[in-house]
């Protein structure tokens, strides 16, 4: 069972076009990250959002962490093959150290 | 800087050997993680370590597996004996903690086959 719940979990889209991605949880997290993770490599970090209702953006991509600090959305405006991967959300416990991963968005942005 | 260093990078055995996958973290990083990630079950945190202290290590399947981070530079994961239920990739990460939103390293991961 996810801490974190991811959807969708596949998405394939054409370039140029629009989406969201969604993380959502039961559990209040003191900060949110997203990661983007290529095959054969580990994730790496896109964004940390630590205030609930807090959105940052990252040229084309606008992250959002909700305001109850339980779930936050990735959105990617005009998609680019560039932009193909598998992003992960991640929640850091509120009194502990640890960090939970999502299952992922596995995205795929065709030319 | 280097990033967080593993070993071996690929690994194929037979099951009921003992499997040792090798981590060195970030220079200065106090925490150091554990992950397993499978297409099933995603990326699963297995154990981290706080200044070489195992802090939770609920994520740890069973008996059979076990972590250890003799000093600040280095931390195995062992499996012993290792089924192929096993196959997975196991990445190391390292931080300088996470309650403040600091970043999580990845290494490239340990690509791991039991047949």
């Known amino acids: 069972t996810q801490l974190l719940e991811q959807s969708p979990q596949f998405l394939s889209i054409q370039e140029g076009e629009n989406l969201t991605v969604y993380c959502n949880s039961s559990?209040?997290?003191?900060?949110l990250q997203w990661y983007r993770q290529e095959p054969g490599e580990g994730p790496v970090l896109l964004v940390t959002v630590v205030t609930g209702g807090e959105v940052k953006k990252l040229k084309r991509l606008t992250f959002q962490f909700g305001d109850a600090r339980k779930d936050s959305s990735l959105h990617i405006t005009a998609a680019q093959p560039g932009d193909t991967g598998l992003y992960l959300c991640?929640?850091?416990?509120?009194?502990?150290?640890?960090?939970?991963f999502g299952a992922g968005t596995r995205l795929t942005v065709k030319p | 800087d280097a990033g967080v260093i593993q070993s071996p990078r690929h690994e194929v055995t037979e099951m009921g050997q003992e499997v040792t996958l090798r981590c060195k973290p970030i220079?200065?990083?106090?925490?150091l993680f554990w992950y397993r990630q499978t297409m099933m079950r995603g990326l699963e945190l297995l154990i981290y370590f706080n200044n070489n202290v195992p802090i939770d290590d609920s994520g740890m399947p069973e008996d059979r597996f076990s972590a250890k981070m003799p000093n600040a530079s280095f931390s195995t994961l062992k499996i012993q004996p290792s089924e192929p239920r096993d196959s997975a990739v196991y990445f190391c990460?390292?931080?300088?903690?996470?309650?403040?939103?600091?970043?999580?390293?990845f290494g490239e991961g340990s690509w791991l086959t039991v047949v």
């Open positions: 559990s209040v997290f003191s900060s």
């Open positions: 220079s200065g990083h106090d925490y």
């Open positions: 990460a390292s931080s300088t903690g996470t309650l403040l939103g600091n970043t999580i390293y």
């Open positions: 991640a929640g850091a416990g509120l009194y502990n150290n640890d960090m939970r």
